[in-house]
């Protein structure tokens, strides 16, 4: 009963969204979640008969599990963009989801790294072997342009500007976007093409690839995880560190510096203005915790 309308939501999110297949999926068990639910006292349900008592019973019953109010969020986000689906196929006048409302979300601060810590980082690396050169040549990518970690897995030689000092990135959705690089990170990257890359073999599929593993191909997302998480425990680092620790990093830098969120929005690939607010968030929290420790009223009591 479901299995059409699960199956032309699948190809709604990937024709008119331009979601990734790990995105997808994420959608479709959400919807499966509701479904079983539904399902539980056995009483046959199509999706259109579906009403906005049964996805609050449903929301209680998540909350009952003790779902996290991020991952009820995500859920809830999930249901509204498929009832938004069967509206446009005219399937339903109106939908149940619309006065549906998401738990309240605190907004956790990402751990960032400084310039220092960075450069404590890249201190570690044995720069006479190839894969040192390298994985400076990413750290310092990933910190100068802000790149997700999918994205420098991803990142071709083809797309490089070495002219223009900019690279051209696919983002989520395969969109795509200019972001300025470094001249720090491009002679880093002309000298791991020039001693490393250049006497490799690519695999297949990988000839335009920068950042390659020993056998040719392209390196995991887990591959940089880990090589970040050793660098950082090599450094005497405490924080939680990961790939988009970097990316954080990048844009607590810019806005710091007063940058305009815009244009720091647009060089992270953000869809909403309010997913990079996040960094004002950022600046306010360092902000106080320079007064805290410097100012002489705040250490009064």
């Known amino acids: ?172 959705g395969n969109k795509e976007r200019l972001v300025p690089i470094s001249k720090t990170a491009l002679n880093i990257i002309k000298l791991y093409r020039e001693e490393v890359r250049n006497h490799q073999t690519p695999a297949a599929n990988c000839s335009d690839i920068l950042f390659l593993n020993k056998r040719g191909g392209k390196l995991s997302r887990q591959m940089i995880f880990y090589i970040l998480k050793d660098l950082a425990l090599a450094a005497g680092i405490q924080k939680n560190i990961s790939p988009h620790t970097l990316r954080h990093s990048f844009a607590t830098c810019l806005v710091e510096a007063g940058a305009d969120l815009r244009a720091v929005q647009q060089m992270l690939g953000h869809e909403s203005i309010l997913t990079t607010e996040i960094y004002t968030h950022l600046d306010r929290e360092y902000l106080r915790d320079m007064v805290t420790q410097f100012h002489p009223r705040s250490k009064r009591t």
């Open 1 to 172: 009963m479901w299995l059409p309308y699960l199956n032309g939501f699948k190809v709604y999110l990937k024709l008119e969204r331009s979601l990734s297949e790990n995105s997808i999926e994420a959608y479709i068990r959400d919807i499966e979640k509701l479904y079983q639910f539904l399902s539980m006292d056995k009483q046959a349900m199509s999706p259109t008969e579906v009403k906005l008592q049964h996805l609050r019973k449903f929301l209680e019953y998540l909350n009952e599990l003790g779902l996290q109010a991020t991952s009820q969020a995500r859920i809830i986000s999930g249901i509204k963009s498929f009832y938004k689906y069967l509206l446009m196929e005219d399937e339903m006048k109106e939908s149940p989801a619309e006065l549906l409302e998401a738990p309240r979300t605190s907004r956790k601060l990402p751990d960032v790294l400084d310039v220092n810590e960075i450069d404590a980082m890249v201190a570690q690396l044995n720069l006479s072997k190839p894969d040192g050169l390298r994985n400076k040549a990413i750290i310092e990518t990933m910190f100068s342009c802000g790149l997700r970690v999918s994205e420098t897995t991803e990142l071709q030689l083809s797309r490089i500007s070495t002219d223009g000092q900019y690279v051209r990135v696919t983002g989520k």
